[in-house]
């Protein structure tokens, strides 16, 4: 990659309007960027409880993603506006780098074995697609004039939203089409899992050389005063200026912060948890309490006795799983199983016909769900992607603001309504609210933020108000897993409603910001010239 180069000098030049098909160019590597993020954020929590995690182990071993977010986002967004490269350009080193980073931990993450090998391919997984995707917001600042920003960054949430669909599909398409697995033995990978990443890790890569080779990008205006002044600056010097940015926000950026917040945290709680939720309460994972109680003394028995270092770890977790049944099950007469204990029981416990069916019921029932909630997950995508060229037009009748907040009020009474729900099949209409929330979640911040920052600093201030992402998902691992234990009774589906209303709050609180670029209440005339310009706006006011 070219060295990097300093980025102070402002560029004035009028950016020229993009044609649709430029725009679609430009944008279209984030559907492979999505199709790693949506593997890794339904299918990772079912990775890691397959391979022995209990729910109150899951939110700090996902720490991982938004740790490296933190590390890796504004680094990259610092060194990007300082690269230029005669061929490859600013940001499409960074699309190429982390693409090919990303495609190998994609292939290596479903063959884990154990658990702090799938922990740790999280943390390779997640800097990964943060070196691609980090730079490609930036893109759409370098490239568009303002009015052509909230148009870029719609095309850009309908091809994340295009490819969660497909990738949260895909092991449910691998199960039902192509016939294979969705079980396997203890402590391994389903087949419908593995084969869905590594599709992923094909179309990530392909997706991204696609923009990396059908776009362009303008030098800087001054090419010597570009580089002179990279030479006054170290590496150092960039690595400290890049999380000191946070103390020298523009008001708007810091205003966005506390909505991206709690945005934020309500999404990592859904991630986290959704999985288990779905599985455990709307699925029959059932057995009744004599049943139940004769695994719990099997194990407890066979913790007392020696044996190797991987064995006790494993029996130390299910001991953990059983006492919370106990503490939280205790007046029910059937009890609620983790897979986890199915699976062992199954293979080590010598269980009769009736019990092994059961248990495999058990097995089937969490698999099924899983599988379910991805295809809902695809839906929620699939909402967002349609509803990407929706927003344009409700934001032109309002404001970025009221749309913003009206996106979060839907999403964050879609997380809410998983309380009332005993179908399966109503799960798709929640997380179709949340997907109108998600289209709006992937454009109208950076719509609005990219107005207020300097051209020359895009990519730097685009990865310091990622902090604001990865900050409350820090939060959100760090505290979620006590808030589920001590104040839900191990009820992970109350710890998704607590994230519906962080989502309402977030909404609520969109009404603070300041939009500098923003007109509301403007009329809509279609553009005269063709392509995927902004409607031209017509002020209704002849004193304007």
Known sequence: MAAPTAASTVDTRE?????????????????GIQFGFELQNSNVSRIFETLGANKDDIPILWIAAPLTGLLVQPIIGYFSDRTWHPYWGRRRPFFFIGAVLATIALILMPNSSALWMAGGMLWILDASIN??????????????????????FAMQSFFIGVGSVIAALLPWVFTNWFHLSNTAPSGEIPPSVRWSFYFGAGAFLLAVMYTVFTSTETPPEDMEEFRRENAEAGIWDGIKESFMGVFNMPTAMRQLALVQFFTWFALFAMWIYSTNAVTSNIYNMKVDTAFFTKMSNLIDSRAQQSGSEKVTKQLVALQQDTKEIKQFQAENPDKILTVNLANYYLTSGNPSPTEKANLQRVQQQYNDGADWLS?????RNGVAALFAFIIPLIAARTSRRITHMLCLLVGGLGLLSLQLISNPDLIVVSMAMVGIAWASILSMPYAILAGSLPANRMGYYMGVFNFFIVIPQIVAATILGYCTMHFFQGNTLHTIALGGVSMVLAGLLTLRVKDTDDQPRQTIQPAVSP??????????????
């Open 375 to 379: 295809l809902a997950s695809s839906v």
């Open 131 to 152: 070196i691609s995707m980090e730079p490609f917001r930036a893109f759409v600042g370098d490239k568009l004039p303002s009015e052509q920003r909230t148009s870029g």
């Open 15 to 31: 950016k020229p309007r993009l044609s649709f098909w430029q725009i679609w160019n430009m944008s279209f590597g984030f559907l």
């Open 531 to 544: 392509g995927y310009d902004t409607p031209t706006i017509i002020n209704p006011d002849p004193r304007a």
